[in-house]
C-alpha cells in the first residue's frame, strides 16, 4: 500500500472566485433586465410610443444594448477572473 504524505497548506493554494464573482451577478441582472426589454420592445411597441421617442424603438435598443453589455461583464469575469486563496487571511 502506498502512503500519501499531506503537507499543510502553505497560504499559496488559490482557486477562482468563479459564480460568487460580483461581475457575474451584474452580468445576470443586465441581462435579465435586456432580454426583458428586448421582448418588450419587440412585442409592446406601437405607433403612439414610437411617435413619442421619434420613431426609434427605444425598448428594443436598450434590450439589445444591455444583452451586449451582459456578455461583456460575462466575457470580463471569465477572461480575468478573481483569485482567491484557499485559507483566509490571519488564520493561524
Known sequence: MAQT???????TDKHAAGA???R?????????YGVVLTVVGIVGTNDA??????????NLWTGI??????????AW??????????????RD
Open 5 to 11: 504524505t499531506h503537507e499543510p497548506a502553505t497560504g
Open 20 to 22: 460568487f464573482d460580483i
Open 24 to 32: 457575474t451577478f451584474i452580468a445576470l441582472l443586465i441581462g435579465i
Open 49 to 58: 410610443e414610437l411617435a413619442k421617442s421619434d420613431g426609434i424603438n427605444v
Open 65 to 74: 444594448a444591455l444583452i451586449v453589455a451582459a456578455a461583456v461583464f460575462q
Open 77 to 90: 469575469a471569465k477572461l480575468r477572473p478573481v483569485v482567491v486563496p484557499d485559507e483566509p487571511a490571519g
